[in-house]
């Protein structure tokens, strides 16, 4: 019998079907909610670039040399022989492909373009990378530890070891991160459209609460980071898990 479920791939763990990607948080929150059957294909980093070769999946950007930078998300739908990567782009295939399960992008969400995309618009949270990278790390496998070793020390230009700030690098480091979410905070007040309605997700809610979603997994629930930061602009944030949990258990449409 062909296979029909889209082939959904994410990041590998050491932990069995452990999803921590605040990127494939996204697609699978999306995949979940629009109840498209799917299923998991695991993959070390090392493997990324030659699985999305193999199956035709376009890269998710492009180097200043002209070379591809393969990434997940990435889905191959075997209905349409279509490979996507990158998370909009997915949830923009999604839409459009299976107009009868419900739409998560609506007119006028480039607005929230800086707030989907915060990790790089907002130079405020760039320290963020910091506090998670290492904590990625202790979850991954020892193939993929030692391709995330050399990216986090390209990106800090220090060991990996000590990138995890402490003492006062730690308290100012964090006092940045929380004015990223100020800001954040700031343009959902100001262009405070209607997100969802009616029990509906948008590809706002999306992002902003499988975001939320990794932090709390990856870090765990009772860690100073989490409890400090569910805290900020009024509770904004966990409200976001509560928008998405139901939609985020990583076998939900996997068997």
Excluded at 125 to 147: A, C, D, I, K, T
Excluded at 167 to 179: I, L, N, P, R, Y
Excluded at 187 to 207: H, M, V
């Amino acid at each position: 019998m062909t296979e029909s479920k889209i082939i959904f791939y994410d990041l590998a763990s050491n932990r069995p079907e452990f999803c921590w990607s605040l990127n494939t948080w996204k697609t699978r929150i999306t995949l979940n909610y629009k109840g498209i059957p799917y299923k998991t294909e695991w993959l070390e980093f090392p493997e990324i670039e030659e699985k999305c070769k193999e199956m035709g999946i376009p890269p998710s950007s492009t180097r200043p040399d002209g070379s591809g930078v393969y990434t997940v998300p990435a889905i191959w739908d075997p209905r349409t022989k279509v490979g996507i990567s990158e998370s909009n782009r997915i949830a923009q295939y999604l839409d459009k492909t299976y107009p009868d399960t419900p739409s998560v992008l609506f007119d006028g969400i480039e607005v929230y373009d800086q707030v989907i995309n915060s990790a790089t618009n907002v130079p405020e949270l760039r320290s963020l990378g910091s506090f998670l990278m290492p904590y990625h790390l202790s979850l991954q496998n020892p193939v993929s530890q030692e391709y995330y070793k050399r990216k986090i020390e390209a990106r800090f230009g220090k060991n990996w070891e000590d990138v995890l700030p402490t003492g006062e690098a730690k308290v100012e480091a964090w006092k940045s991160v929380e004015k990223g979410f100020d800001i954040l905070d700031a343009l959902l007040r100001e262009n405070a459209r209607p997100s969802a309605e009616d029990g509906q997700l948008s590809y706002l809610d999306i992002a902003l609460g499988g975001r939320m979603y990794a932090f709390r997994s990856v870090w765990g629930e009772e860690n100073e980071l989490w409890q400090d930061m569910v805290t900020w602009n009024d509770g904004r944030w966990g409200k976001y898990i509560e928008k998405v949990e139901k939609f985020a258990t990583p076998k939900k449409r996997d068997s």
